[in-house]
């Protein structure tokens, strides 16, 4: 689903993966020629069964991690140690952000070991916190924000880098159900305003489904991948709207099928969908009224 005209970065290509932990009689083969492909400006999540390996891909994509075989390819070069372009959003705000750090400071500090000067590292960080909705915490610790407002901190950590592609592993786990929605639209609205590729690692289904113009369904052991599903729910997402809408529930369905490893049942999601069911043309399923 290209939507994007002017995404930056380039296309992060998987080729053949394989990754295997341990020796000998310890040996675990973890994923199993994978392939997928990521374009820029798109937002593809990854999900699938406790233990498939999505992570452990994602550390591979972020060239924190190695594949055992295959390859990790961004645009012309092939990722064997972490870059430039691609930021991590880690799973738990409070091991990710440093509490003796103010929170502009936490933003600015991957910054310095990139060679900015302190008043750049310092302005980036409050475009950045800007940028999430946290303007005026930069003179904050992290341990005076709610879980919410330090995710969003994190994020804005990923964005300082000015990398244009944002990997995100299970971002917003441990907030509450109403951060966890703020959260997932200011996914979408970064990706949106700025152009930016975003790959997240989830194990939530709703939220995969809301998110992505694509899901990335893992399983079998080893991981290797299940389907490659395109979400055709328009691009107007709405968090009352969309997931009150039929197709929704027919993707939503369809993919916890595939994780469960059943069949999925005929004319499921894998039905097109009808041009006047798109929930961007069919604002009448229920008014939102918690739009933003």
């Known amino acids: 689903m290209q939507r994007h005209l002017k995404a930056s970065g380039s296309s992060l290509v998987v080729d053949g993966v394989g990754k295997t932990f341990g020796h000998g009689a310890d040996e675990h083969r ?6 997928l492909r990521v374009d820029p400006g798109e937002l593809v999540c990854v999900v699938g069964p406790s233990g498939a390996g999505k992570t452990t891909l994602l550390r591979c994509l972020s060239g924190l991690v190695r594949p055992t075989s295959g390859t990790i390819s961004y645009g012309e070069q092939e990722l064997t140690k972490p870059h430039a372009d691609i930021a991590v959003v880690f799973q738990d705000y409070r091991g990710s952000l440093l509490p003796w750090m103010k929170v502009r400071d936490n933003v600015a500090f991957p910054l310095e ?19 999430v909705g946290l303007p005026d915490v930069g003179d904050k610790y992290p341990w005076q924000l709610s879980g919410g407002m330090q995710q969003r901190a994190a994020i804005a950590r990923g964005l300082a880098y000015e990398a244009p592609v944002l990997l995100m592993d299970e971002p917003f786990g441990s907030v509450d159900a109403q951060s966890r929605f703020d959260l997932e639209d200011l996914t979408l609205s970064l990706r949106e305003r700025l152009g930016i ?11 995969a489904v809301y998110l992505g113009d694509r899901v990335i369904v893992l399983g079998g052991s080893p991981t290797t991948v299940v389907e490659n599903l395109t979400i055709d729910l328009g691009d107007d997402r709405d968090q009352l709207r969309t997931r009150a809408h039929a197709r929704f529930a027919d993707l939503r369905t369809h993919v916890l099928t595939l994780i469960r490893g059943d069949r999925p049942a005929a004319g499921s999601a894998d039905t097109p969908a009808r041009d006047e069911d798109t929930p961007g043309q069919a604002a009448a399923v229920t008014e939102s009224a918690a739009r933003r």
């Open 30 to 35: 973890v994923i199993e020629d994978l392939s």
């Open 197 to 207: 590729t975003v790959v997240v690692v989830t194990h939530d289904i709703d939220e």
């Open 113 to 131: 070991g990139m060679g900015v000067k302190r008043a750049a590292r310092r302005g980036r960080a409050d475009e950045c916190l800007a940028a």
